[in-house]
């Protein structure tokens, strides 16, 4: 059993961390390997069209997911701005709101990642 975890040799200042929880999230988690905005919550969606043609979407855990509906949702960014984002899928059994770096990119929006 020793064997099966190495120790880690050299300087752990640049160690990261993570937590897995089971509760729900609630707000948006930035992705930047989401193809889309997507969301698991209809009613985030304010105007909407139902989609009967069976797209469906792989999550990071190999699942396929049905898409049921796109919308448009309006988020409130930094400084009270209001960010209003079309083509949002509606994925019920995804367990979290994703927001693609990719599109928000390609409407001119940024994305910093910065140490903390």
């Known amino acids: 059993m020793k064997r099966d975890c190495p120790v880690q040799k050299g300087d ?7 937590s897995v929880s089971e509760k729900r999230l609630d707000g948006w988690l930035i992705d930047s390997g989401a193809t889309s905005h997507m969301t698991p919550h209809r009613s985030d969606l304010f105007d909407y069209e ?13 699942k396929k997911l049905r898409v ?8 409130t960014g930094v400084n009270s701005r209001r960010i209003k984002m079309m083509n ?3 994925i019920p059994g995804l367990d979290r709101r994703l927001l693609s770096v ?15």
């Not at 043609?53 to 990071?60: F, K, L, N, Q």
């Not at 049921?68 to 988020?75: A, D, N, P, S």
């Not at 390609?106 to 140490?115: A, K």
């Open 12 to 18: 752990s200042a640049n160690d990261a961390v993570f």
């Open 50 to 62: 139902i989609l009967n043609d069976g797209i469906g979407v792989t999550i990071a855990d190999g």
């Open 68 to 75: 049921h509906e796109k919308g448009t949702v309006r988020l």
């Open 88 to 90: 949002v899928l509606h």
């Open 102 to 116: 990719g599109r928000l990119a390609e409407h001119g929006l940024s994305v910093n990642f910065e140490r903390f």
